[in-house]
């Protein structure tokens, strides 16, 4: 059975930072291309960082800078670290796991950014 679960998420000041945290389980993750993704209200799920199998990476173009995606394969988790917060960060932020068509996601960990 596919597992991911996500943790990190909460209340954040803006300017702040968190670290999000995927761990995963029933997956060959070494293989997976991890991605974490983050969906608004009223808005459509969107891609926030990939980290393939070896060490490349693809952000979406407007949190470049700020967010950084890394994995660790002996513990089976991605993680993304997020600095410079801003409002407009404030989403639901879900784990996927992908390979050869199979793909996974996680339950999500709820971001909010707000003084």
């Known amino acids: 059975q596919v597992q991911l679960v996500e943790s990190g998420g909460g209340l954040v000041q803006p300017g702040g930072s968190l670290r999000l945290s995927c761990s995963a389980s029933?997956?060959?993750?070494?293989?997976?291309?991890m991605g974490w993704y983050r969906q608004a209200p009223g808005k459509e799920r969107e891609l926030v960082a990939l980290?393939?199998?070896?060490?490349?990476?693809n952000y979406a173009d407007s949190l470049k800078g700020r967010f950084i995606i890394s994995r660790d394969n002996a513990k089976n988790t991605v993680y993304l670290q997020m600095n410079s917060l801003k409002a407009e960060d404030t989403a639901v932020y879900y784990c996927?796991?992908?390979?050869?068509?199979?793909?996974?996601w996680g339950q999500g960990t709820q971001v909010t950014v707000s003084s």
């Open positions: 996927n796991a992908k390979w050869t068509g199979r793909s996974y």
């Open positions: 029933g997956i060959q993750f070494s293989l997976y291309t």
């Open positions: 980290i393939y199998s070896g060490i490349l990476t």
